[in-house]
């Protein structure tokens, strides 16, 4: 997975069509399976995986293929006392219950809601968030003064959802500026069917 360029939403819940996606009698538990029919990765916002508790996240383990893949948000710093205290999970506990198939850990979104995210344009669009990689996470963490991470992740701008050849653009334009193409891209209540469309697009450039 170490050139590869994943592209997913946040959270299998974060589908702008959910509730035509997903069948009306398919039990709620069950989503993420169905996703995983479709789609290659998620995204755990830290908000979500820190109130799952350890079979929950060994669920989501066996729920998936082998080829499937999640990245998760960093958890913002508090003390082992507030952690114990309102039993979040941590993450060591997420790492071990998911495996090989936790793909890296990606910087803090500053803005969590998915709705604020979709209003990113310009510059802010382009921010690049440090991605480690699981293989690498035993490694020093990156220099926080460097221009770009040595694996980064990106937020798909909105106006992109469904241009593909403007995605293609930015996607090139980026690779270019970083030196590599992005090891993630997010993108903030997509359809299925753009998800679906981004996925081929990285098939096709080559970078899945």
């Known amino acids: 997975m170490s050139n590869t360029t994943m592209v997913t939403c946040r959270g299998w819940w974060d589908l702008a069509d959910s509730a035509f996606f997903y069948p009306e009698d398919l039990p709620h538990d069950w989503r993420l399976s169905y996703f995983a029919n479709s789609f290659r990765a998620a995204l755990l916002p830290a908000v979500f995986w820190t109130d799952a508790d350890p079979q929950t996240a060994a669920q989501w383990y066996d729920d998936v293929p082998p080829g499937f893949r999640f990245a998760a948000e960093q958890s913002p710093t508090v003390s082992q006392e507030t952690q114990d205290r309102h039993h979040q999970l941590k993450p060591a506990q997420l790492e071990q219950r998911l495996g090989a198939k936790l793909d890296a850990w990606i910087e803090p979104i500053d803005e969590p809601a998915s709705t604020v995210i979709s209003t990113i344009t310009g510059s802010d669009a382009n921010r ?81």
């Open 128 to 208: 690049c968030l440090r991605y480690q990689r699981r293989q690498t996470a035993q490694r020093s963490n990156p220099d926080p003064d460097r221009s770009y991470p040595s694996c980064y992740g990106l937020i798909a701008p909105a106006e992109l959802h469904r241009d593909l050849r403007g995605a293609r653009d930015w996607l090139r334009k980026m690779a270019e500026q970083q030196g590599q193409a992005p090891s993630l891209i997010i993108m903030a209540r997509p359809s299925s069917t753009d998800l679906s469309a981004w996925q081929e697009l990285l098939d096709l450039l080559g970078l899945s």
